[in-house]
Every structure is written in C-alpha cells, then in structure tokens.
C-alpha cells in the first residue's frame, strides 16, 4: 500500500462549476429554513439544504450562507438564529423563502423562539441555536450552531432535494 500524499495544495479542479454543482446534487439532502431576528427587529430568512449536524456533546449544527448574501449581516452579527425542517408540504414554503426581493414572511405561520427567531409552522423539526463561530471558506461562511432548545414531530415526512427538485417521500 503507498503512503497517504504530504502534498500541501489541493490540486486544481478538472471540472467546470456546472459539473460540480450538476455531481452536488446527486446528494440527496433535507430541505430548512433558516431564520433569525436582525437587530432592528427585522425577520431575516432564507431557504438551506446546507445543513448538517457536527457534535452531540455540546450539541451543535451547522449550515453554509453565500458571503454576497442579502442577509449575510444580519446572520453574521446576530447571536441567535433558528433552522426550520420542513416538511413534506412544505414545497411552496421553501419556494418562498428561496425568492428574491418579496416579503418571505407574507402569510407564513410562525411562533417566536427563546430570542426572537422565527419558528415556522408545520415544520418537522426546530432548532434555536447560538451563533457559535463562522468559517469563511471559499465563496461562502460557514455557520456553526450550538442549539439551545430543539424540537420534532414523531411520524412527520420531510421535504427532500435531490437532482435539482424536491421529493416528499412518505415513510413506508
């Protein structure tokens, strides 16, 4: 067996950006939302299937934003924030938060979390997180979450991406 490289550099990409995002999307993920309340006491949120857990003990999360990002202060410079799961019928939903320029909010069902963070309605699963560090790496930042208070419905069927669409696969 050879030895792992000591190589230092990763070496340059054989692909176009089309291709990797194309071979991306051959990983089927959950669907959220991700909201917080920004410092003025507006609702900032937006659709992520960048999310992922990281640790039970402490129990932290974590999901990826755009650095050109609207919303990249208010998530950036906040303490707290919310990740929504949603569920199976909740295809329009991350249709809405995923628009630009509209109010994200309009019509949507919402309690407020511990620090103000939206918790959406008929999702499957919450998590009221601590902004706990971010990592710039390449075009995006990494957030991680150290969750405060979680919940879940039993039973429910979550929303899933894969390929480009969304499925809502019912359990068997």
Known sequence: MNPPSR???ALPPDFSSQQFRQALGMFA???TIVTAQAADGTLVGLTA???NSVSLTP???LWSLSQKAGSMEAFSRGAHYAINILAADQQALATQFATKDIDRYAGVGFSRGTHGAPLLDGAVAHFEC???SQ???GDHVIFV???ERC???SGASPLLYHGGKFYAEHPL
């Open 7 to 9: 190589a230092r550099c």
């Open 29 to 31: 993920t959950g669907v």
């Open 49 to 51: 299937n960048s999310f």
């Open 59 to 61: 129990p932290l999360v």
């Open 130 to 132: 601590f902004n706990r």
């Open 135 to 137: 990592y710039e790496e």
């Open 145 to 147: 979450g150290e969750v």
């Open 151 to 153: 919940s879940h419905r």
